[in-house]
Nanobody, 124 residues
């Protein structure tokens, strides 16, 4: 399994920006589809954004136009650029990697490896 390390979380005011990074090791990064999920206390992990090896991207409706997922296969890294952040974006954000054949990148069950999570807090 690939190992994933996230970074870039923090505290930001509403309307601000953050960029999360997730660096992979131990696998063939270019063959993985990657996703970002988030979780708040008492709730399950929800899909935020995903990107296939072909660079096709998918987004949760509420982040479209504000968040951008991208990947740099040369650096084994996937990014989540988050702009115009809102208090409701506050959560622990997780990076995930998958290698199987899936019809959707939105389901957590489709992923094989997860990072440890990074806290994003947006103040109003």
């Amino acid at each position: 399994q690939v190992q994933l390390i996230e970074s870039g979380g923090g505290l930001v005011q509403a309307g601000g920006s953050l960029r999360l990074s997730c660096t992979a090791s131990g696998g063939t990064f270019s063959s993985y589809f990657m996703g970002w999920f988030r979780q708040t206390p008492g709730k399950g992990r929800e899909f935020v954004a995903g990107i296939r090896w072909s660079a096709i991207t998918y987004y949760k409706d509420s982040v479209k136009g504000r968040f951008t997922i991208s990947r740099d296969d040369a650096k084994n890294t996937v990014y989540l650029q988050m702009n115009n952040l809102k208090p409701e974006d506050t959560a622990v954000y997780y990076c995930a990697a998958g290698s199987g054949i899936v019809t959707t990148l939105r389901a957590p069950d489709g992923y094989d490896s997860w990072g440890q999570g990074t806290q994003v807090t947006v103040s109003s």
